[in-house]
């Protein structure tokens, strides 16, 4: 995991995968699903429609965004049905519901990033054309979006080589010396430490919510949460992670089944 920005390639690719589903379902009024295809995939042909995202700080770089014409056309029409039928051509029409599907998409996943990060990440449109530099294949996938009875689009996404650099694996840290014992039994001087209770907490997920909406809040009422249902669970002390896992039931009480500590390589 990258110590500067605390995001890697995998959470990225999720958040982009939810601010898809949440953007379309929102535009449309059509329940879309969106899944984040690994890292590698390709188009298969010379996609027609671009999109260039500008990542700013602390992850400072460049994301582009690829869709084929049909799709987005079909898109087009899905968001606002009084657009003409006809042609297979983006009209300037069409091309400008693009870009607000883009825009409101990269406003998502600012404010998922943020939530992440704990500081703002702004996300932006920059314009619609390819970019002038060559994607990274390792940070190359896609977004499979789909609605039932409506349509399936496919967006390929492709990190710059900077904004690639930061998702990517940290430095390997050089092996430290081990400590020297205090004692001449070998225990350290902080032994007596072990004894001391921390509280510690698991957190399945976060979101944002207006005081309007807690105000009306009822019982019954649902909050989602930024987090997909796969994704593993936080343990946290005070507001550190320390580890991730699976959520788990023992004896009829929850618990936690610890699949990565802090320190190690998340899984791909």
């Not at 965004?65 to 003409?84: H, Y």
């Not at 907490?201 to 009422?221: A, E, K, N, W």
């Not at 699976?246 to 699949?259: A, E, F, I, K, P």
Request: aromatic share 4%; with cysteine; glycine share 6%.
């Amino acid at each position: 995991m990258n110590s500067t920005t605390n995001v890697t390639l995998k959470e990225y690719r999720q958040i982009w995968a939810r601010s898809v589903r949440q953007v379309l379902s929102k535009l449309t009024s059509v329940a879309f699903e969106a899944r984040s295809l690994g890292p590698g995939a390709l188009p298969p042909k010379p996609p027609d429609v671009y999109a260039l995202f500008a990542v700013g700080a602390p992850m400072a770089g460049e994301q582009s965004v690829t869709i084929s014409t049909p799709e987005a056309l079909a898109l087009c029409r899905l968001m606002q049905p009084d657009l003409p039928a006809e042609g297979a051509a983006l009209e300037a029409v069409h091309r400008e519901v693009v870009a607000e599907l883009f825009r409101q998409v990269a406003s998502a996943v600012s404010t998922a990033l943020a939530a992440r990060l704990g500081r703002e990440c702004e996300v932006r449109l920059a314009r619609m054309e390819p970019p002038s530099w060559t994607p990274v294949p390792q940070a190359t996938f896609g977004i499979q979006a789909s609605a039932p009875q409506a349509l399936e689009a496919i967006l390929y996404c492709h990190a710059d080589p900077q904004l690639a650099l930061v998702l990517g694996p940290a430095p390997a840290q050089p092996e430290r010396a081990p400590a020297t014992p205090a004692n001449s039994n070998g225990s350290p001087n902080l032994a007596f430490l072990k004894d001391v209770q921390l509280a510690v907490t698991l957190r399945f997920g976060r979101c944002q919510v207006s005081v309007r909406d807690i105000l009306h809040m009822l019982p019954d009422s649902v909050v989602e949460l930024e987090q997909d249902v796969e994704e593993p669970v936080e343990l946290l002390i005070g507001k550190r992670v320390i580890a991730w896992g699976d959520v788990v039931v023992v004896d009829g009480n929850y618990g936690l089944r610890v699949t990565k500590v802090v320190g190690e390589p998340l899984p791909a």
